[in-house]
């Protein structure tokens, strides 16, 4: 091994790359035709995005009384879809952007898939607020702007104009700065492309030449956004909790509510990641890109945030019995042991138990495990938002309107679709862009000068990645 | 009618009345010479004994009776030592039982041998002999004791009613009201009620006629036997052995539709007439609105038939005129407040009614009682008492989707009739139905050999043994109740050939035969925490359905800031409690971060309202008056079982005491127009906000629907259209211009005719936007402009909302809270600390205040 590894320093990939292989690796993926697998996971995302359509067009066109939700329990699936997608979209720009920061190096790994993911994520999180609005043909109200109607202002003091704002612009600056991401590796593949395609990639690339100019100019945006976008990994979730905290229903009305759900946030977005990712490095046989260490820090961090979350749980309900507050009291009581006890204790095992088996260094090292936790913890964290919701609704102030709910085929559909939606959208994602940031990846390549190739080069290397280079004709 | 009889002198006029009270008006006969029912003044009761008589929801004249009744329940001072004590002897838990002080439980078979205890223990008292009779249950007897002696010590001051339709048990109570020397006091004959003259016995009677072809002609006016009548089906036979029948029923109904001739009349509200509902007061029927269709007023289709001479044919309105000569030519001559015909007329009509003066008739009790006649108790396991429902009454109301869309006020389930079963605490975590039933059960019930498919509802105060359900549902023809709930009519017995509202051997099915998951409820939750049991430490254990079940969590249920509630006698307890209260949530809402707004609010119009729970029966007029006047739309059953009813009114009811035997109070639930409307800051769009005056207003065409509004509102009061329920949405009712749609492809809201059902002061909303209670803005509108047009200032009372006129006991007031002298401000004041506002302590600052609940019931009889 001729790679030059600072004896403190972890090799964060694996597989003795040289700089040609990566790009290898990672562009082939857009460039040959999709593999049967791809096909069949397409086609069943497609399907649930089709039922996706079907379900919000006949929720469009018939109204809101399609879905479960009642006068007692006004927000339901719908809300609780919401906040569980865009804490999924958390985890791309804490990668991102707050790793970056802390110069963690091995996000280099999984960040691009990550992004990609809260893009996504944020999209599908995106159409409940939308959708759930008994006159989405309206929805423009929401946006402040200069009207004849008087003019007619937003509420600037409602918790989900806050949202708006919040998730709006997450979302533009998550793109842009996944974007900026991608405009180098968008032109290395432009640069094996050919016809059509390199027209395309050069259109989306904005003419990149990877001029030191370019790339300074590249670090220097990538900082920038980094930097808008740390405090609103921290924001967007806290605005979310809002649209609880600051309302006057017991259990809602919570000041606990922003740490705990950015807290939550993190910690299913991470095991988004992971469910992810774990597909991903094996569909495309990047293993060697997104490692074992990869997934043993993301597990270091789900158990982290796990726990923080169940600090939470247990001081909600210390909260509540200190209180002395009979409401309060009654809404904790009920979340526990009330009609959705079940939602409850699902909610308990999956983010609180279930991710402690992290503890283990071997599970923590393990495939299986950590894709079969990591949709544990994503069930638990949709319970948890069920919880929030459903639970403290049904089991109000006053007992005469308590109620119960249960979703109709049509929330299913539409919850599942979006799924589809995701999935869709990343499966496209995989075919058109690499999913590992090139240009970052060789950033952190521990190999010194051996592998230099140029006019100056000496034979006397002889390494196996330089072999392999001559062979295939470079 | 005399001038057809006198055309066709072999005409017979038979009346009857959809519930009984045949036995009355014949004991009444028979005790003091009046085939009539007297004038029952339960405000100068201060004991009242009701032996199943529903007098605040369908007894007679309940609305009279309510309102009197409540006039000894208000709080007066912190004292009330004038309030009435009501007992209540019945099986289920009427309307009138559930705001009883004390209800003493006997089988629906057991109502005579309960009347005849209390006869003789008050016999025992006032020195008059005993007559033996059928024995009541242990408990009941111990009880009927302690009443008794205290409907002594009220002599002259207590009321003793009863519902039974067995003249022997009328004859009875006749006797207690005598020896009580209530007669002419309380029961006052001196102004009789005409509102029951029926008598079923005349009924079967003409069965056996038609039955043998004795009859040529039949005329069913205002009645509708083939539905109602116990013994319908006989009817029905005898009825087609009639050559020619002619029905006046303005709609297709069962005995309608088995007639030969259908001669629609006008309805009321296409009319003239005239009623004398009680003595000396005659009252007008006045027409609002030209004929819709093509009918003709009963009363002058039976003129025309008689060829009377007295009715002109060439006047436009040729009854008005013949009304308006009857009342020159007869009832001129009878009174002597007027000296002209034209006055007496227009006054009449303007006033809407003209008093007689009261007859001052005195009567005295003649004849013998004896216990023989009063029915035995039937000793089977299980008995049923059938009874009258405040909306339907016995079907007549069945076809009106308002009233079948009020929920039932005891058991709050809509659009249909329920079987109540008696219900026990698991000792777990359930209250449970009998034979383990829960709601949305239905189970095989038969009655002499009779079998119906009925719901089930766990029925709270439902007596062990007894099971109840309401008439009136289950109609075959005629209207939008075709098909909801099960006609229990043929079940009821006949004694003497009066009609028996219960019955016993009782067949329930074991095990349900079918369960629906979604019940036509309102209120899934009942209680306010119910006793069953004591703790270690001698004091009450709580319990509730699902949730909160075990022990030393009760506080959660019975110490909200909902209900406040007291004995008479814990009055300053009481006081010092919610002194207590108002303090502690008044320090907790001075820790706010909102501005204060009382400079705000404090000048100009301030709408508040005054619910006092002590007046409030429950009887749920407000409600229907509420979704009239605001066209509310009704939804139908199956969307009420997913809760998306869309009332701006509700009553809430909630038990609370012994399980067994539960007490009740009932809450009606509004916008509470909060100050600090929590609804408000949380609308991204604005769509709800604050008006100068107080008022919480709503901007239908700026709401989104998010519904966060309904979430952030602590009394649930705001309403989502989920559907479109009134055909108003965008595109059905403007695809008829697009698409020309057929007459019968219409959006019934497009129909013209269904539209008159709407108020056009009020806005219809579409699907997607929240709606709730307003106020009555357009009232209050309209009282401002009146008072502009008349240049003056705004008087109290100018503006009344629809539910305060309703309301039959004066229990809503609305004014001005910053005029100090209006009713609604006095009323408060007077209330002093037992007024408050529903959970004061989390700082909505509402603008409706309730009034403490307080019972006066006889704690011995509980012990």
Same mark, same amino acid.
């Given at each position: ?383 948890? !938002? ?73 034979? =006397? ?14 | ?51 199943? $008589? ?141 509102? !029951? ?28 036997? $083939? ?72 009363? %002058? ?39 002209? &015909? ?66 039932? &006020? ?79 009519? &043929? ?15 009782? =067949? ?186 107080? %008022? ?6 700026? @709401? ?8 952030? @509102? ?13 055909? $108003? ?7 008829? !211009? ?26 219809? !909303? ?6 709730? @209670? ?33 309301? &039959? ?55």
């Amino acid at each position: 091994m001729s790679q030059a590894v600072a004896p403190v320093r972890h090799v964060l990939i694996e597989g003795d790359k040289s700089y040609h292989r990566i790009t290898e690796d990672l562009v082939s993926p857009t460039e040959k035709a999709p593999t049967r697998e791809w096909m069949i996971a397409f086609t069943i995302a497609a399907a649930f995005l089709g039922l996706y359509v079907f379900a919000i067009v006949w929720t469009v066109w018939k109204g809101i009384g399609e879905w479960g939700a009642n006068r007692t329990i006004n927000w339901a699936w719908d809300i609780t879809n919401f906040v569980w997608w865009i804490g999924i979209g958390h985890a791309g720009t804490l990668i991102s952007a707050i790793l970056l920061l802390f110069r963690q190096r091995w996000r280099t790994g999984v960040n691009r898939a990550a992004e990609a993911m809260t893009i996504f994520a944020v999209m599908c999180a995106g159409q409940f607020p939308i959708f759930h609005m008994g006159r989405v043909w309206l929805a423009f109200f929401i946006a402040p702007f200069p009207n004849t109607r008087g003019p007619l202002w937003v509420n600037f003091n409602s918790p989900l104009l806050w949202d708006v704002f919040a998730i709006s612009t997450y979302f533009s600056v998550s793109l842009l700065f996944w974007y900026t991401g991608l405009v180098p590796d968008l032109a290395t593949v432009r640069d094996r492309a050919t016809g059509f395609r390199r027209k395309m990639y050069e259109t989306f690339s904005f003419g990149w030449t990877g001029s030191a100019k370019h790339w300074q100019r590249w670090e220097s945006l990538s900082l920038i956004l980094a930097g808008i976008s740390t405090p609103l990994v921290l924001s967007v979730h806290t605005i979310v909790s809002f649209d609880f905290a600051t309302s006057i229903i017991p259990g809602w009305h919570t000041t606990i509510f922003p740490p705990y759900f950015v807290a939550g946030a993190v910690f299913s977005g991470f095991a988004m990641v992971q469910t992810l990712m774990v597909i991903t490095r094996k569909v495309l046989k990047l293993e060697e890109y997104i490692t074992l260490n990869h997934i043993e820090s993301m597990n270091k961090v789900i158990v982290l945030t796990g726990t923080i979350v169940g600090v939470a749980y247990l001081t909600e309900l210390f909260i509540a019995w200190y209180s002395g507050y009979i409401y309060e009291q009654f809404a904790f009581y009920n979340r526990v042991f009330g009609i959705y006890w079940w939602a409850y204790f699902g909610m308990m095992f999956c983010n609180v138990v279930s991710p402690q088996l992290f503890w283990s260094r071997k599970i923590r090292r393990s495939i299986w495990w950590t894709f079969f936790l990591s949709i544990v913890v994503n069930i638990g964290m949709w319970f948890e !938002r069920f919880v929030i919701i459903a639970t403290t609704l049904a089991r109000d102030y006053l007992p005469s309107s308590w109620s119960y709910y249960r979703p109709t085929w049509v929330e299913i559909s539409i919850f599942s679709g979006t799924i589809g939606l995701f999935f869709v959208l990343y499966l496209i994602f995989t075919r058109v862009a690499p999913v590992v940031a090139i240009a970052e990846i060789k950033s952190i390549l521990k190999v010194a000068g051996s592998q230099y190739i140029g006019p100056n080069a000496k034979h =006397q290397h002889g390494t196996e990645s330089v072999k392999k280079q001559d062979e295939s004709g470079h | 009618m005399g001038e057809f009889m006198a055309k066709y002198p072999n005409t017979r006029v038979i009346t009857y009345d959809p519930v009984s009270a045949a036995a009355l008006l014949a004991a009444n006969e028979q005790s003091f010479g009046q085939r009539a029912i007297p004038s029952y003044h339960f405000d100068q009761a201060d004991v009242i004994v009701s032996f199943n $008589a529903d007098f605040l929801g369908t007894w007679i004249s309940p609305v009279e009776y309510a309102r009197a009744y409540a006039k000894r329940r208000k709080i007066t001072d912190k004292k009330m030592d004038n309030m009435s004590r009501h007992y209540q002897v019945e099986s289920h838990m009427s309307l009138t039982g559930s705001n009883a002080d004390n209800r003493i439980l006997v089988k629906p078979s057991e109502q005579g041998a309960a009347i005849c205890a209390l006869y003789n223990e008050v016999a025992a008292l006032t020195g008059a002999g005993s007559i033996g009779g059928p024995k009541v249950n242990d408990k009941a007897a111990a009880s009927m004791k302690k009443v008794a002696r205290e409907l002594v010590n009220a002599k002259g001051k207590s009321l003793v009613v009863s519902a039974s339709n067995n003249v022997a048990e009328q004859v009875i109570v006749n006797k207690i009201n005598d020896l009580l020397g209530n007669i002419n006091t309380t029961v006052d004959f001196g102004t009789l009620s005409y509102q !029951r003259q029926g008598d079923e016995r005349d009924m079967v009677r003409l069965i056996e006629e038609m039955k043998s072809g004795q009859v040529a002609i039949a005329i069913v006016w205002g009645a509708n036997p $083939a539905y109602e009548l116990p013994n319908a089906v006989a009817f029905k036979e005898a009825f087609a052995k009639v050559n020619t029948r002619v029905s006046f029923s303005g709609v297709m109904d069962e005995t309608t539709s088995l007639c030969t001739h259908a001669a629609p009349a006008h309805h009321s509200l296409e009319s003239w007439g005239d009623v004398e509902p009680k003595e000396g007061h005659l009252s007008m029927i006045q027409p609002t609105i030209a004929p819709l269709f093509d009918t003709r007023q009963a009363e %002058l289709s039976l003129l025309m038939w008689a060829d009377s001479p007295n009715l002109n044919l060439e006047d436009e309105q040729p009854y008005y005129q013949y009304l308006k000569s009857y009342w020159a030519s007869d009832l001129f001559g009878r009174q002597n407040k007027y000296s002209t &015909p034209t006055a007496f007329w227009d006054m009449s009509v303007h006033d809407g009614v003209f008093e007689m003066p009261a007859s001052g008739r005195t009567v005295s009790f003649n004849g013998n009682v004896s216990s023989e006649g009063v029915s035995k108790p039937s000793g089977s396991a299980v008995e049923i008492s059938c009874f009258e429902t405040v909306n339907i009454g016995n079907g007549q109301y069945a076809h009106n989707p308002w009233l079948q869309e009020m929920p039932d &006020p005891v058991n709050r389930s809509v659009w249909g009739n329920y079987l109540a079963i008696p219900v026990e605490w698991d000792g777990v975590n359930n209250i449970n139905g009998w034979q383990n039933l829960t709601d949305g059960d239905h189970v095989d019930v038969t009655i002499g050999g009779k079998t119906l498919n009925c719901a089930v509802v766990r029925g709270f105060g439902q007596m062990p043994g007894t099971v109840s359900i309401a008439l009136g549902q289950g109609r075959e023809a005629g209207g939008c109740g075709v098909g909801y709930g099960v006609n229990v009519n &043929p079940w009821l017995g006949m004694n003497g050939n009066l009609i028996q509202y219960y019955a016993g051997d009782v =067949q329930v099915s074991d095990k349900p035969t079918s369960t629906d998951k979604n019940v036509p409820c309102v209120q899934h939750h009942h209680t306010m925490g119910v006793a069953v049991g004591k703790e270690e430490d001698g004091k009450p254990y709580f319990v509730d359905e699902h949730a909160i079940g075990y022990k030393g969590f009760a506080g959660a249920l019975t110490d909200r800031s909902i209900i406040f509630q007291a004995h008479v006698n814990e009055l300053p307890e009481l006081g010092e409690r919610m002194e207590k209260f108002h303090e502690e949530a008044g320090h907790l809402n001075q820790q706010t971060l909102y501005p204060d707004r009382s400079e705000f609010f404090g000048t100009g119009l301030h709408w508040g309202m005054y619910v006092d729970l002590n007046s409030c029966i429950g009887c749920g007029a407000c409600q229907v008056a509420c979704v009239s006047e605001n066209n509310v739309p009704v939804v139908g059953k199956n969307e009420v079982a997913r809760h998306h009813e869309m009332t701006w009114l509700r009553i809430d009811r909630y038990f609370y005491g012994d399980l067994e035997n539960p007490k009740v109070v009932y809450q009606p639930m509004m916008c509470q127009h909060c100050e600090t409307a929590p609804c408000e800051n949380v609308c991204p769009v604005n769509a709800t906000n604050h008006s100068m005056e107080g %008022l919480n207003q709503m901007a239908y065409n700026r @709401c989104i629907g998010t519904r966060y509004c309904a979430n952030n @509102c602590p009394y649930k009061v705001r309403r989502f259209n989920w559907l479109d329920y009134t055909t $108003a949405d965008l595109w059905p009712a403007n695809e008829e !211009r697009v698409f020309h749609v057929s007459e019968d492809d219409k959006p019934f809201y497009a129909d013209n005719l269904v539209r008159m059902v709407l108020n056009p002061d009020v806005t219809v !909303r579409s699907r997607g936007v929240i709606e709730k @209670c307003s106020f009555c803005v357009q009232r209050i509108q309209e009282g401002k402009l009146t008072a502009k047009k008349e240049t003056r200032a705004l008087a109290d009372n100018d503006v009344r909302t629809a539910c305060q006129t309703a309301c &039959p006991t004066g229990a809503i007031t609305f004014g001005n809270l910053n005029n100090p002298d209006s009713e609604v401000n006095q009323k408060r004041n007077n209330a002093g600390a037992f007024a408050y506002q529903v959970l004061e302590e989390i700082n909505t600052r509402p603008g409706v205040k309730y009034s403490a609940k307080i019972h006066n019931s006889n704690e011995e009889l509980n012990s």
